[in-house]
């Protein structure tokens, strides 16, 4: 007799974990994908008594709420001697006044923009007008960038979308139970449903 494989109760909530967990996981994607925000701006360095400004555009088109990182990318081995601010559209400082050195490449966070919302935040860099000509002479411009990624899940380079990971995580949990508790199921039904082949009669002839 053919096995017949079925699947349990167990089963059947193992695939709806799954299930959930592919959503999820196409949510965050999804969120990841709605957003807008500047990268790689290069600012040119203001002079001695002068601060240069700029603007970053950030679009949230997800459903969710998404948290901002400021990030200033220094490529001189000595930080120019500059002032950094960082304003949200509404005028209120979210960064600053702080020292450029003082941020040391490091993505600082700068509020959180509700969901479908689009927002203008303003930068401000100002050089003292103490400082030599030396400082200027160093570099003539610096890059900044906005992302919406946590700096603590930067992993060489490749960045993850909050949530994105764990759901996808879960997913391959679920799928892997999954698949566990097929084969189960099928060789518990097999072992219910196979009958033993009947044996050649081994009798002689009356």
């Not at 600012?43 to 969710?64: K, L, R």
């Not at 490529?75 to 120019?80: K, M, Q, R, S, V």
């Not at 600053?96 to 509020?111: Q, W």
């Not at 000509?133 to 380079?157: E, H, I, Y």
């Amino acid at each position: 007799m053919r096995a017949t494989t079925t699947l349990g109760a167990s089963s059947v909530r193992i695939l709806a974990v799954a299930a959930i967990a592919l959503a999820l996981a196409g949510g965050a994607s999804s969120a990841a994908a709605a957003v807008s925000a500047p990268t790689d701006i290069s600012i040119a360095v203001p002079a001695p008594g002068h601060d240069a400004a700029w603007a970053m555009p950030f679009s949230n088109g997800s459903a969710y709420s998404t948290e901002v990182w400021f990030q200033v990318r220094q490529e001189a081995e000595e930080p120019l001697p500059l002032i950094v601010e960082i304003f949200d559209d509404s005028g209120r400082t979210v960064l600053g006044p702080v020292a450029l050195a003082d941020l040391d490449d490091t993505p600082r966070t700068i509020g959180h923009v509700p969901a479908n919302t689009d927002v203008v935040y303003t930068g401000r860099v100002s050089m003292p007008r103490d400082v030599g000509n030396d400082a200027q002479g160093r570099s003539q411009s610096l890059t900044v960038a906005l992302t919406v990624m946590n700096p603590d899940d930067m992993d060489d380079g490749e960045l993850a979308a909050t949530g994105l990971n764990f759901a996808w995580l879960l997913l391959a949990a679920a799928v892997g139970a999954l698949a566990i508790g097929v084969l189960l199921a099928g060789r518990r039904k097999r072992s219910q449903t196979e009958e033993p082949e009947d044996e050649p009669w081994k009798g002689g002839a009356h």
